[in-house]
């Protein structure tokens, strides 16, 4: 699985909007990109997906550049709620062929000031 | 996505003894589950990719006679910790992926040796 890099740590104020770059410099061809929300004590859970160019769901939009190789996950207008470690995966989708295994990186941890 | 039930969320036992997670998949049959293992600030580790009907495949540095998975049914898998030590002492996440959908975590279980 191609391995990712993320930024440790962000700060941020409520209200604004927080943008994550996650480095995926070997993704293959059929890797999709996956971003994970994770509070303390709780399972990860999933925030968006995407192949190319932009997605857009009702919590965050994921913006993918031509080439691949990064990937910014955006977050508007963030509330104290949204303090949690983010995490970038890159990989195929389940069933197809692969192991089905998630390799998480180090995740960012975000953290919403008032 | 699938419905996932990690029990117990929290449990503390006696070094020596053991102690058996179960992950149940409440709404979708699950041929394939992971197990991941989370230290205080760190990342998801993968632990042990279940299968069920079949033995489960170890990660590379993972004790398979310590941490026992059963996988008897397409709706639970369990994950036994055997003579535990405060070293197991970690927070354990189930994880259900499903065929071209993504995956679905469990809330996770904090075990605490004594």
């Known amino acids: 699985l191609a391995k990712t890099t993320q930024p440790i740590s962000m700060d941020s104020y409520e209200g604004q909007e927080v943008n994550i770059t996650c480095s995926h410099n070997n993704i293959a061809t059929n890797d999709y990109i996956t971003w994970y929300q994770q509070f303390p004590s709780q399972g990860p859970r999933f925030i968006i997906q995407?192949?190319?160019t932009k997605v857009t769901n009702e919590v965050a939009s994921l913006f993918i550049p031509a080439d691949r190789k990064s990937s910014t996950l955006s977050l508007p207008r963030v509330s104290l709620s949204d303090t949690a470690v983010y995490y970038c995966?890159?990989?195929?989708?389940f069933g197809s062929g692969n192991t089905g295994k998630l390799i998480f990186g180090q995740g960012t941890t975000l953290q919403v000031k008032p | 996505g699938a419905v996932v039930s990690q029990h117990p969320s929290w449990v503390i036992c006696k070094s020596g003894t053991s102690v058996k997670i179960e992950c149940r998949s409440l709404?979708?049959?699950?041929?394939?589950m992971f197990w991941y293992r989370q230290f205080p600030k760190q990342s998801l580790m993968l632990m042990a990719t279940s299968n069920e009907g079949s033995k489960a495949t170890y990660e590379q540095g993972v004790e398979k006679d310590k941490f026992l998975i059963n996988h008897a049914s397409l709706t639970l898998s369990t994950l036994t910790v055997t003579s535990a030590h405060p070293e197991d002492s970690s927070f354990y996440i189930c994880s259900i992926p499903e065929i071209n959908y993504g995956y679905t975590f469990g809330s996770g279980t904090r075990l605490t040796v004594v």
């Open positions: 709404d979708f049959q699950a041929t394939t």
């Open positions: 995407g192949y190319k």
């Open positions: 995966l890159v990989g195929d989708t």
